[in-house]
């Protein structure tokens, strides 16, 4: 099992805290930080945009991720919602087999 770090964006703190408790109860996530106040530009259906958005950083695994892949648009607000993960190739052991053993019953 491989722990990760994945990140999405929410529109807004109420989004971000429910999809946040949403990943911790289904023991898809060891932990999500809440970052608030992200400013985005991106390009969407052929425009420039910009937006206030709040960022979750999601520890969890490659087990997990796939769980998480499988029901996340249901659980997003957004039309197509950022989902990512990198592989955490180093970090405190103990931390990493607590992110591995979390939502492992």
């Known amino acids: 099992m491989t722990a ?15 999809l946040a408790h949403w990943l911790i109860q289904e023991k898809l996530a060891a932990c999500v930080n809440i970052l608030p106040a992200v400013q985005s530009v991106y390009r969407w259906q052929g425009h420039i945009e910009t937006a206030s958005e709040v960022t979750l950083f999601i520890k969890t695994t490659s087990t997990q991720f796939a769980a998480i892949k499988k029901h996340f648009l249901a659980q997003h607000s957004y039309e197509l919602p950022e989902l990512i993960a990198v592989e955490i190739s180093d970090g405190l052991p103990e931390y990493l087999d607590w ?5 492992n019953d």
Request: proline residues 0%; glycine residues 4%.
């Open 99 to 103: 992110v591995c053993d979390n939502g």
């Open 4 to 18: 990760l770090l994945a990140l999405t964006n929410c529109e807004n703190t109420d989004e971000a805290n429910k």
